[in-house]
């Protein structure tokens, strides 16, 4: 489930908020079908939603499986060879693939 960021929403008053939850941003986790929250569910007091990023992983940061936990998973892999040739590097299937 997504974290959505909440702040206080600005008044008139100079003096901060005594709700230790709402006196700076916070957190909560949510479903994305949730409403968002208008009242601090400590103190009951009028807060928004603060619009943020997403969090996504770079393209770099994705493992990929190793030829080991492939071969373990039951997949076949082929390295090209030639224009049009392939040999097996490891799994089950024909040593080679050419037309």
């Known amino acids: 489930m ?3 960021t ?3 929403v600005k008044s008139d008053a100079k003096e901060p908020r005594d709700c230790e939850l709402c006196a700076q ?5 949510q479903r994305m079908s949730d409403d968002s929250l208008t009242a601090c569910p400590k103190c009951g007091e009028a807060i928004e939603k603060i619009v943020t990023a997403p969090n996504v992983p770079g393209p770099g940061s994705i493992a990929k499986p ?3 936990q492939l071969a373990r998973s039951g997949f076949t892999q082929y390295k ?3 224009k049009g040739y ?3 590097t490891f ?3 024909p040593s080679t693939l050419h037309p």
């Not at 941003?25 to 986790?29: C, K």
């Open 2 to 4: 997504p974290v959505y």
């Open 6 to 8: 909440y702040r206080a």
């Open 25 to 29: 941003p916070f957190e909560i986790v």
């Open 66 to 68: 190793s030829d080991a």
């Open 80 to 82: 090209k060879q030639g």
């Open 86 to 88: 392939y040999e097996k």
């Open 91 to 93: 799994g089950s299937g």
